[in-house]
């Protein structure tokens, strides 16, 4: 069962599905905090030998299913502290798998963007990797103007960490830089200030 | 209704490549260059044989830029509708003919890091204008390519040239066969997969592709089903108030073509699915050929598809 909070809206922004098992020649399972459960899931539903030929990459963060990752016993299990010192591991694995592994992303939309973009990165098309969203909503923004990347961003309006102007953060989704756009919403009179809402708990 | 348009033509070329394939050049009467085109394309050629009219697709197969002539190389079918008999017998030097514009059902994945290309015989013709592509775009083209004989092994030397040690040569006469085990567990991420042959080879790719878990959107076959001639058929357009008799060497859709009536299609070979039509009754079954429409549809009796497909009794068509 998915526990995405996502609501539809434009054809731009994702959507996620549920993590399935699939015959493949390995198993790569990457995943943070609350998507730690969704492998736990996935684990439930697999068949006999499924973990020999699997790998977990976990990052804990709100929510730490460590020790319970751990205990399915996947060929590797490794766990890294951030999804930004995850990403060097991840272009290893890309670069030594072969066709026929099957990729898993669960939890945040920015380790499954980020993963996402390191897998498209190595050559491998968007939909050959399932995915399915757990946990926060906080959101990768690009600003349209400065280009610049604020992680983390819960509010709406919000103020972009590079340039400072006041975003509007947009359902319009790149895939390649797995951020949302953020356009200043306050251009015709900087003096309108609009309050910020946390609308992306 | 060509999609794509008609190019008038003349035959500035026939090469006999080996004992069974021919290839013919075609330029412009006025010399200037053809449309541009991408690797994998097809056009259609328009025979007028005596009183039939056939419309058949083939691969281009030269460089996609080098747009002074298009190249097809035609291998000889002695037991086929008549289409390639009638190229090697009847089309030489100065022949005027008509073609259509190129159409890509079999393009590159440019963003593949390594096209791992699979051909059995005369289904090369693609790979010839894909890796001259890539050896001028800069692309990492493996090939592998099962032949009858050395001797029937179409353009061995020029792919040898063109690709190095990255060609892999299968020859029937010494018992030599593709490891597609081997092949497809052990190529690295992003790998783009591409087969063009005989219907059992393809059927063997895409069923071992399956087997190693490879992503649909990374395997890609280039399949024109052959539109067998069958026992003649009545079929009548509901739509045009008509009543065709299909010939026996004549496909469905070439009968519609004959009554005046103008149908779509592209690539003439089953694939593409622009020809599809609603059927409306038939008698008798309908025998499907194509690689289009899902098993369901073609369960259903709803939908043909004319270029290949048949009826073993009247059919009756929103046409």
Partial sequence: MSTSRIEPSIRSRPVYGTLCPTPATSHLCIADAAGGAAVLELFGKVPAGFAESAEIDYVPGAEDHTEALRALAPARFHVSPTVQALLPRLERHFERMHMGTQVYLAGSETLIGLAMKAGMEAGLDFEAMQTEHRGTLARRVQCVHCKGISEAVTTQPATCAHCGLLLLVRDHYSRRHAAFQGVNINAEDPSDVPPKEEVFP | ?319
């Avoid at chain 2, 800069?138 to 099962?146: F, P, T």
């Avoid at chain 2, 792919?159 to 029937?172: F, I, M, Q, T």
């Avoid at chain 2, 018992?175 to 591409?194: K, N």
């Avoid at chain 2, 060497?249 to 609603?278: F, K």
Wanted: with cysteine; glycine share 10%; net charge negative.
């Fill in chain 2, 1 to 319: 209704m060509s999609l794509h348009g008609a190019i008038d033509v003349v035959v500035s070329d026939v090469v006999a490549v080996n004992d069974l394939i021919k290839r013919f050049h075609f330029v412009r009467p006025d010399g200037e260059p053809l449309p541009a085109f991408s690797g994998g394309s097809h056009i259609v050629i328009e025979m007028h044989d005596g009183e039939t009219l056939r419309r058949t697709p083939y691969s281009l197969s030269s460089s996609p830029f080098e747009t002074g002539d298009y190249q097809v190389s035609i291998r000889r079918d002695d037991e086929g509708r008549g289409g390639s008999l009638y190229m090697h017998r009847e089309v030489t030097p100065g022949t005027a003919m008509r073609i259509s514009h190129p159409a890509n059902l079999f393009s590159l994945d440019k963003r593949a890091p390594k096209h791992l290309m699979l051909a059995g015989g005369i289904g090369i013709t693609p790979f010839m204008a894909q890796t001259a592509q890539l050896r001028d775009t800069g692309g990492v083209a493996e090939l592998h390519y099962g032949v009858r004989s050395r001797a029937l092994g179409a353009y061995l030397d020029e792919l040898s040239a063109r690709l190095g040690p990255r060609l892999h040569v299968y020859l029937d006469e010494r018992d030599e066969r593709m490891d597609l085990d081997r092949l497809l567990s052990s190529q690295p991420t992003g790998t783009h997969l591409y087969v063009c042959g005989p219907t059992p080879m393809i059927d063997a790719v895409l069923e071992a592709a399956r087997r190693h878990a490879w992503p649909e959107a990374h395997v890609h076959h280039e399949h024109f089903a052959k539109s067998e001639p069958g026992e003649p058929f009545t079929v009548e357009l509901r739509d045009s108030g008509l009543s065709v008799e299909v010939g026996e060497e004549q496909t469905l859709l070439e009968a519609i073509e004959n009554a005046g009536v103008d149908a779509p299609y592209l690539c003439r070979g089953g694939a593409c699915g622009q020809c599809e039509t609603r059927v409306l009754s038939h008698e008798g079954a309908l025998l499907h050929r194509d690689h289009w429409l899902s098993d369901e549809e073609h369960a259903s009796g709803e939908k043909i598809m004319p270029c290949v497909s048949r009826c073993s009794g009247t059919l009756v068509l929103d046409r």
